[in-house]
């Protein structure tokens, strides 16, 4: 049961440099995110993508591009890295249920970016 | 837009005591609050959740009690383990930040043996 699966787990890029973090899950899940994890900052959230076909800015969208290829899969882009992009990368998933409000958020284990 | 503090942001104990982590959010229709828990390496996990209609929910020895009118939740657990030292984070979500989850930063959660 591999659930959520990204790639690379460790990439090292020089400035202006760009790169695609990859993300699929096996789930069969609505809902797909992309967070960021810095010491102090916890996770912020990127972009989501509530269901196929759509995509929507989180709390720090700048410098990156996201694509929902289809139900499954989900790529998070950096067109030219910076170094204030350094940062852990989790993908997660969720059956979202808007009716409950409720919704687990199934995580990746991650891909360690380092911007030189 | 939603923001949720967490505090302490570090917090070490005696295996055998408790552990309480406390968190405070300004979304007023914020109606869902999970935790989730991350070990060394790993993506974060969830431990437990409580919507705004409900005040305590407990999981064996995790509980997560919540104050709607003074807008904070809070993770309780007691009998602490080494194996529950860990990273441990809050979030909210609403309906009327479309159902996108926002994290506090983080509680770095040490169980002295």
């Known amino acids: 049961n591999a659930g959520v699966t990204q790639t690379p787990k460790f990439q090292v890029l020089k400035t202006g440099q760009s790169m695609t973090l990859q993300c699929a899950q096996d789930m069969n899940h609505n809902s797909m995110y992309w967070y960021r994890q810095d010491p102090g900052m916890g996770l912020r959230l990127i972009y989501y993508?509530?269901?196929?076909?759509?995509?929507d800015k989180g709390e720090v969208p700048n410098g990156y591009n996201v694509s929902r290829l289809n139900k499954r899969e989900f790529s998070l882009r950096l067109e030219s890295a910076a170094p204030s992009q350094t940062s852990v990368y989790f993908c997660?998933?969720?059956?979202?249920?808007?009716?409950?409000?409720?919704?687990?958020?199934?995580f990746g284990e991650g891909s360690r970016l380092t911007v030189l | 837009g939603e923001n949720v503090e967490q505090h302490p942001s570090t917090l070490s104990v005696q295996e055998g005591d408790s552990a309480v982590i406390k968190c405070t959010y300004s979304?007023?229709?914020?109606?869902?609050f999970p935790w989730y828990k991350q070990e060394l390496g790993k993506g974060p996990q969830l431990i437990i959740d409580i919507r705004s209609n409900v005040g305590e929910k407990k999981d064996q020895r995790i509980a997560v009690t919540l104050n709607k009118t003074a807008k904070h939740f809070s993770l309780h657990i007691t009998e602490t383990q080494p194996e529950d030292s860990a990273v441990y984070f809050c979030?909210?979500?609403?309906?009327?930040?479309?159902?996108?989850?926002?994290f506090g930063s983080g509680t770095r959660l040490l169980v002295r043996p």
């Open positions: 993508s509530a269901s196929e076909g759509t995509t």
């Open positions: 979304d007023s229709a914020s109606n869902y």
């Open positions: 979030a909210a979500m609403s309906k009327d930040s479309s159902y996108k989850l926002i």
């Open positions: 997660a998933s969720s059956a979202l249920d808007r009716g409950l409000y409720t919704g687990e958020l199934f």
